[in-house]
């Protein structure tokens, strides 16, 4: 079982920045690659960012060069930074732990940029 707590969402002017964290928690070791997923209303949940346990990072096209995934294997947190945030990045962002048989999911962090 592992557990997820995301932290760091809130409300931004546009142009701004902000840093989500993920901390995870029981058995962090099953865990081979953490992602960051978004939603926003009347959308499906759609892949933002990924990191393997190895390091190797990938994004989607709309958050390329803007967002930043990077982790911390020794405290098992894993961080999203968004800069240049623009209106259509408005979503509640999700971390996923990919693990086998069943992956985890956190509650989920609201993020508001104003235009």
């Known amino acids: 079982q592992v557990q997820l707590v995301e932290s760091g969402g809130g409300s931004v002017q546009a142009g701004g920045s902000l840093r989500l964290s993920c901390a995870a928690s029981g058995s962090t070791s099953a865990i081979d690659a953490m992602n960051w997923y978004r939603q926003a209303p009347g959308h499906e949940r759609g892949l933002v960012a990924g990191i393997t346990k190895g390091g190797s990072t990938n994004y989607a096209p709309s958050v390329k060069d803007r967002f930043t995934i990077s982790r911390d294997n020794y405290k098992s947190i894993v961080y999203l930074q968004m800069n240049s945030l623009k209106p259509e990045d408005t979503a509640t962002y999700y971390c996923?732990?990919?693990?086998?048989?069943?992956?985890?999911w956190g509650q989920g962090t609201l993020v508001i940029v104003l235009s």
């Open positions: 996923n732990a990919h693990m086998s048989p069943v992956g985890a």
